[in-house]
């Protein structure tokens, strides 16, 4: 039980340190945008949505919203954006 404990503890610790920042979940929105449109990615409108998008971290993930939806989300160090369609 105490080597459960322990493992436990190690892994929240470990996606605590590796929660990715806001510069992450901003440069991976600009990249998806960019990647899905080329008009967006001449225009950087992927830019200007990360500029206003929204961080929100729950210490061992992290989301962004933008306009009220969920449009990148991170954990150990990664961010994914999902298609929005």
Do not use: C
Request: net charge positive.
């Amino acid at each position: 039980m105490l080597k459960l404990l322990i493992a436990v503890i190690a892994v929240l610790g470990l996606a605590w340190a590796l929660n990715p920042k806001p510069e992450a979940h901003r440069d991976k929105l600009s990249q998806a945008m960019a990647e899905r449109s080329q008009l967006a990615s001449v225009l950087h409108i992927g830019d200007v949505a990360a500029f206003v998008s929204t961080y929100h971290s729950v210490g061992i993930a992290s989301y962004s919203t933008l306009n009220d939806r969920v449009v990148t989300y991170g954990a150990f160090g990664v961010v994914l954006a999902p298609d929005q369609r």
